[in-house]
């Protein structure tokens, strides 16, 4: 009872709309719930790209929470994540959670946390209201790439000879290409 009880104050956490940005960028609550939810599978390279190693490095060791309760409080409290903004889904894409939600799902049993799992995967693989067809997608791995060259000293990169790995989107050409801070707003 007290994994339960844990996991309904997390998800109690998660109605606050004052505090929601602390919960993402300070506590990392997203990592937190995602953690009950990864399993043993063996992920793929592609996978694994962008996506925190905490969640595979345990590799068939690691054990998805048993309890279809504390999995339900869980999924509704990454669905409130998701639903209080279009930053929120913007974070919570960019660290990968759509992968691990795709994964507990395809093992999930229960018919109401499955229920849930989709929920959170239309609000995930959705475009945002006014963008094009595949741009969520897009500039979540964008954001990722801009990010880890950051993160290796590069200070600016030139839309032509920087991220290769996906086309640009609106926002990078508007921006001129180049990397000018790290981090969310």
């Known amino acids: 009872h007290r994994r339960q009880g844990t996991a309904g104050t997390l998800k109690n956490c998660c109605f606050s709309q004052d505090s929601l940005w602390w919960l993402l960028h300070v506590v990392h609550i997203d990592k937190t719930l995602l953690m009950t ?35 339900l409080y869980v999924v509704e409290a990454l669905l409130l994540l ?74 600016s990169v030139d839309a032509d000879d920087g991220i290769k790995a996906l086309p640009p989107s609106e926002n990078s050409a508007a921006d001129g290409g180049k990397v000018e801070r790290v981090g969310d707003d």
């Open 37 to 71: 939810l990864a399993g043993p599978e063996e992920l793929t390279i592609d996978e694994k790209i962008g996506l925190d190693p905490d969640y595979w490095l345990l590799g068939p060791q690691k054990v998805r929470e048993p309890d279809a309760l504390v999995r």
């Open 82 to 155: 998701l639903a209080s903004g279009r930053r929120a889904r913007e974070t919570l894409r960019e660290r990968r959670m759509y992968v691990i939600i795709k994964l507990a799902d395809m093992v999930e049993e229960n018919e109401e946390v499955s229920e849930r799992m989709l929920e959170c995967v239309q609000y995930l693989r959705r475009d945002e209201e006014g963008e094009e067809e595949g741009s969520s997608d897009r500039r979540a791995y964008e954001r990722y790439a801009r990010g880890m060259m950051a993160s290796m000293g590069v200070k």
